[in-house]
């Protein structure tokens, strides 16, 4: 929370920015941005990324996705599939993925690729709750 958070001055921006751009944007930089995007899942990371893949989303899961042993375990227990949506973490590509600009430049750092940025929503951002945190903070720290 004492990091910068979107403001004011909510605009599309008419240009997309580049990748380039985009992994240079700073943290602390005056504007933020939370983009639209389509990531690839390179082949080559899957094995490392494996145990905890990149950039969750929320999907219906569908019963041919699932193991042998998952349909088993829901044959004996008697269990029908949900039509719910899931947090699920998979190495499936991305498309139409909304994210925040820092988020999007750790995931291109760890090796995705970005396919096409669809748009972006540009804010003033600032560290607006960092007085306050650190106002808790101190009378926390009186009250030991």
């Known amino acids: 929370m004492s990091k910068p958070l979107p403001k004011r001055d909510f605009k599309w921006k008419r240009v997309m920015p580049t990748e380039e751009e985009i992994l240079k944007k700073k943290e602390n930089a005056k504007n933020g941005w939370i ?37 088993r375990l829901m044959e004996d227990l008697e269990l029908k599939t949900q039509d ?20 999007l430049q750790f995931y291109l750092k760890q090796g995705m690729e970005l396919g096409f940025v669809h748009r972006v929503l540009e804010f003033e951002q600032e560290c607006w709750m960092e007085p306050y945190i650190k106002r808790v903070q101190e009378e926390s720290e009186e009250q030991l």
């Open 84 to 103: 719910k949506k899931k947090l699920l973490l998979t190495l499936q590509d991305k498309k139409n993925y909304v994210v925040h600009y820092r988020n």
């Open 35 to 71: 983009l639209k995007v389509n990531l690839e899942y390179l082949p080559e990371l899957h094995e490392e990324h494996n145990s905890y893949p990149l950039v969750p989303e929320k999907k219906i899961v569908k019963k041919e996705w699932m193991s042998d042993y998952q349909k």
